[in-house]
């Protein structure tokens, strides 16, 4: 699908879906939990349909309502899928499930698209044959298949991803023995948070030191039933924020809880920080812009903001620079190199760093733009063509689906000019 922009003020109020990361955790735990858990309020989207879909090839019983998904575990006790489970392009649930998948006693393949099969399992496949699981692979990637059930012991972990860990954290609970995990150059933390914030509403015991640098997890435990309303996603509130930051107008983002554990919340300060203006009220958010000015800004705890954050840097008067985000080149694409080339082809002086990106703002222009099949560069690239100059084309546009399915609609409803072309 390909959608054309043009520049656009946008005013009104919306509320964003329910957070991707949340609702995933939601459908590992409930596949493992005993008894039936109620996830409330849960993201529908492409990524969160195919993990769902996963938990129900290994042992889940799932009735799904407008409002609700309602689960049945196994209560630790996955079941053989009998054929190959095709994740999609979900990391985050490959990587989980590949966890859980390793606490049972027989073999399971997990597959899915071309960019699923470009990331990075080496890591995680490491530290699980460490703990007794037979691991199959090529080059460290999907297709791959986990042998268990998961023995314990010790193991380090490579913190590229704080996914990895993340995966660990959810399967040793039901390792044969105590685990101790050593995590290595751990980035991400505040996703580690959102895990361990699961893993204390399932009732799991753990030791983890202050700084994350070690965990200890018994064995032999279980996880308890729940019933849980999936938060708002901040990673997805960037966009409207942005938006809002940089098209003119006022945004309005009604249902968003800053009490949660969501590392991307930050995103808000830092749009504060290049000079828009942000009041958290009780009935709603309402961001509007003015005159940006340049900042340099630490996102090795928020990753999946740099594709907004480099679009408001555009926006901004002087040189941002966006740093300490290396994990950036290891998500759905290299976020640093593609949104380094799409920032030039609409005119602006754009230059990667191993680890980020220099950012001189200026006057955007129209172009034909790619998405990469990334949800994040597609929203993201939306918010630029709206302060350009000219029409924008975005190809692959149907990839906002991912994380926001509603995403054209909800913003051609504040006054975006989107039009699908084709």
Known sequence: MKIKVCKSILNGELAVPGS????????????????KSIVRAPL?????????????LLGAVVCRFPDRWEIIGTGGKIIDPGQVI???NSGTGLRILSGIASTADCKITFDGDASLRSRPMGQLSDALSNLGVKIETSKGKCPLSFTGPLQG???????????????????????????????????????VEITLGWLKRLGVEFEAAPDMSYFKIPCGQKFKAFDWTIPADFSTAAFPLGAGAVAGGEVRIKNLDFDDLQGDKAVFDFVEQFGAK??????????????LCAVELDLNATPDALPLLAVVAACAEGTTRLVNVAQ?????????????CELKKM????????????????????????????????????????????????????SAAVTYPDFISDFKALGADIEVIC
């Open 328 to 340: 950036a080149r290891i998500k759905e694409t290299d976020r640093i190199s593609c949104m380094t």
């Open 86 to 88: 095709d994740m999609g």
């Open 278 to 291: 942000v009041e958290r009220l009780n009935e709603f958010t309402r961001v509007s812009g003015a005159n």
């Open 20 to 35: 991707k990361s949340h609702t995933i955790r939601a459908i590992a735990a409930a596949l493992m939990a005993e008894g």
């Open 44 to 56: 529908d989207s492409a990524d969160t349909r195919s993990t769902l879909t996963a938990a129900i």
């Open 153 to 191: 012991g010790k193991t380090e972990v490579i913190g590229t991803s704080s996914q990895f860990l993340t995966a660990l954290l959810f399967a040793c609970p039901f390792a044969k023995n105590d685990t101790e995990i050593y995590p290595i150059d751990l980035q991400e933390k505040p996703y």
């Open 347 to 398: 005119g602006i002086d754009a230059q990667e760093l191993p680890d980020g990106m220099i950012i001189k703002g200026g006057k955007l222009h129209g172009a034909e733009l790619e998405s990469y099949d990334d949800h994040r560069i597609v929203m993201a690239l939306t918010v630029a063509a709206l302060t350009a100059d000219g029409e924008s084309i975005i190809n692959n546009a149907e």
